[in-house]
């Protein structure tokens, strides 16, 4: 997983939770990379689980919730990184059909070593997209939180629903009103 | 929490911030070194392309030089377009023309030579490529007239290729430039086509000829195509393309169930996309029922949906009527499986019932199919189950059918016998079964048992009629026997006249008797099948000639002429049984003269037919007598009867004796006939075949005239518990010269054997303490081999058939059947002693007249050698020498074996002389030899060998001297 995705939930933690908690998580989960984390590099997803998991103690709050908000989170990070690969004037829908079609292929130009999960478009109508999602890393509260978060940004009034499939696939159901 | 947390916190998040700047700078150094390397890598490349661009710009540039350039061009383009093109100018001299184009009109110049060549002077010589080479310039110049454009011109060229000519005008500003021909080779094109037609029209054939309705639909239900099968009228053929059902209902004026019938097919099919099936029952114009099966069959799209739907009808009325057919006619089979009494099965391979019918079930006591799909085995009773396998199922598997006997039970325990005759059914593609038929014969099998007991019965009461047939024969013989020989001696003595009278009477009457009883036990043997003929080599006229002679003296009693006359001029003996002539000739003789009292009686032999080993001989007996009444003449032959009863009175007799002829005659193969003319007299004659005999009968006549003494002194043992019969053999033996003793039974017998010396043994075969059988197993037991191989000869009043056998195997040499006549026991000790090698002196008085007296007296018999020589005297010599030569030392060879105890070779030995004694006829060895062989062979009672061996040589000794003495060697 890439460092930027630890950074960005450090950076989260930090702001919502404070300096001390982040570091408390850092230290109580025991990692291997020990949170030295700079955002170009590769590490184990398994730590990503133990910090969220570590969080959920310290907040209260579930893993899952945690995920979502940090997906939320983390999309305005990676809108604002991302420039070249869309914008907000390509609207939601043709957004989410280039993830798995351009974006994805893009960012591996950049990151040959990313592990990025499949986003596979199951329908599209004029006001309805189906996602799945498949991943090994079984990330779809995060996925579900990126995808409230591309809604904020581009602005449009749609609801995402999700449901699961079974081994980790999820449906994602993106409507718009 | 409290500052020094935080602070501590916050070092270690700044201790983490450092390492992590660390770490993305230590990145940043190895992606700039990465970068540096591909920049230099850019930089090659992109001057390499510079240099790429430069030279191909400059090969442009050159390119672009010129308006020959656009020239060369569109010349380029003309030369490579796939249409033939000539281009003229109004002039019609050729501006242009392409590579095509030549090949097109095989012009053997090069394209750019044609240019400015005169067309209208071209096509004079071009238009002879064409079919219709005539209108071919006319149709050219009228393009050129007219100046419009024509497209798709069809040509056809001689060699068959099909061209589309565009004649297109060239016009620029108002002025005419010119015009282009373009030719298009369509000829493959139009071949595929053809091809494609032709395929089309074959495959619509097939469905054409298809048997079957076949029709295709669109989606809608209409009908895209009909094939001649489902409907025969062309025009409505045509009429019902784009059409439904229900519009074909209408126009035919039919009920409209069937289209919506149909309809509703079709809907489920194209909802379903799966073909249905379906029969339909159709009234014909004629108002026949047919039946068809019908399918629809979807064809699917690429997509998935139904293009279009497939109709299948086949005419299925015949099958339909079949189909009740057979169905009527299983119902008549299982009717007839089910209501007939015959019992009827059907079972697996394994034995287990399939199907059973009612019958079966009723008579076993079942439940109509309770014992379907039970083993057969459980309805037989225990002890027979381990046989049902073997001897049924087994034998049933492989020869495909079986019959017998099955003993089964009924479910009340009752056995029941049925008769069954089953079939192992074999049809392909199932599995085989056996069919059975049985029938219950428990009450036949129950009849059957009751029969063998009356059977039982019937034959215990035969055998006790045999028995007491044998004890009177047996009961009379003796006595017989007594009167019979005291009448013999009787006659020896002096009598007068009137006494002479007497005795005649005496021995006419118990010799009469003597054939009543013989007749009557003939007659019992014949009935029980039990009369055996012999197959004896003998000379037929010779035995006739004798049976006539004995009746010279009955004849001239009566002053009747009696002849025999032999037409059979060959010289042949006959294989037979020269007994029973005898005795039918005799019968008929003697009824011959007992029934004539003036004239003649006059037997005849005649040839009849002479095959290469078979011969047929009628034999006719004639008199003058008193005849046969005509309505008699059949009844004669049967037992007891005779022509009439006054004949009884007169003439005596049993009325079996013509019975018994006919019969014999019958199982010799002939048949006795009778003509006769009442008060002129009777002929009755037969015919009976005979084997030829190859060898010169060796006959055993009794001579008439014996000279008694010529015997010597013999010493004999007479074995006899009856007085008179004691008295009368002594009486008679003593009278030849011979020493008599006698024993009073079988016992005796034995121990007189053991102390004296005898020549031979008289032994009758009923006495008391030990019988005759029992007392010849005795002394043949004796050590003294001498004594233990005495000659004994039975004399017997049992004469039923199997007797003679049995004192044969006994180790007995002979018997003779009481009572017996002097010249008859001269006959059978006289062969009995030469056998034993007793040497008999030669009377001279009978030699010369009996052959056979000659054969008694001597050792040897060369008549085999004889034959075998065919007259040739110096062979019968030359074998006389070579016999006198070798057998010494056979002889010498067989003692020394016998010394050493090697019975083995003594047995070879013995089998090595066995042939030259019997060809030199040394008869009275031809048992003993056999013997020896037998016992060396097995190494069997070898303590009789050396007294055989000895025997055997003293016998051959004699011979070789006697042999010496008769050829003087």
Redesign the interface.
Known sequence: MKGIVFTGLLEMVEKRFG??V???I??KSNLPS????????TYDYKEMQSLVKQLSVETGLSGNELLEAFGTYYFEKLAAKAVDLFSVSDGLFVFLSKVETYIHPEVLKLYPDAQLPTFVIEEHTENRILMLYQSKRRMEYFAFGLLKGAISYFGETAEVSMEGKGNGDTLFIISKK | MDLKQQIQALEQILERERRARMASEQLIEEKATELYSIHREVIKLNSKLEQLVAERTEDLTLKNEGLQVATNRLALLIQNLQFAVLLEDEYRKIVMVNQRFCDLFMTPVAPEKLIGADCAEAAEETKELFQDSETFIERVDRLLEDRQPFLNEELHLKNGKVILRDFIPIWSQGKYQGHLWIYNDVTEKRMAELKLSEQRQFYENILNSIPADIAVFNNQHQYLFVNPVGIKDDALREWIIGKTDEDYCRMRGRDLGLAKDRSQLFNKVMKEKKQVEWEERLLNKEGEVGYFLRKFFPVLDASGEVELLIGYGVNITERKKWEQEVERSEKRYRDLFDYSQALICTHDMDGVFINVNPAISELMGYAPGEMIGRKIEEFIPYDEKGLFKTLYLDVINEKGKAEGVFRVLSKEGKKLYLLFKNYKMEEYGSDPYIIGFSQDISEMIAAEKELRVAKKITEESAKAKEVFLANMSHEIRTPMNGVMGIAGLLGKTSLDEEQRNYLRLIQESANNLLVIINDVLDLEKIIMGKLQLENLAFSLPERIEMCVQSFTYKAEEKGLTLLYKNFCKDEFAVIGDPYRINQVMNNLINNAIKFTDKGSVLVETRLKERHESKVFIEFIVNDTGVGIPENKQKEIFEPFVQASSSVSRLHGGTGLGLSICKDLINMMGGELMVDSLEGKGSTFHFVLPFEISSMIPNTQKIPDHMDYKSLGNRKILVAEDVELNQFLAKHILESWGFEVVLANNGLEAVERVKAENFDLILMDIQMPEMDGIAATEAIRKLEDVKKASLPIVALTANVLKGDSDKYLRAGMNDYLAKPFDESKLFVVISKNLQEAGVEIQSANQTTQKISNMETIQKLYDLAMVETISGGDKAFVKKMVQLFIDTIPQTMQDMEKAAASEQWEATGKLAHKMKSTIDSMGIVSLKAEIRTLEANGKASESVDQIPGQVQHINEVLGKCIEQIKKDFGL
């Open positions: 300096y001390v982040a570091n408390d850092i230290i020990e949170g030295v984390y700079t955002s170009v590099g």
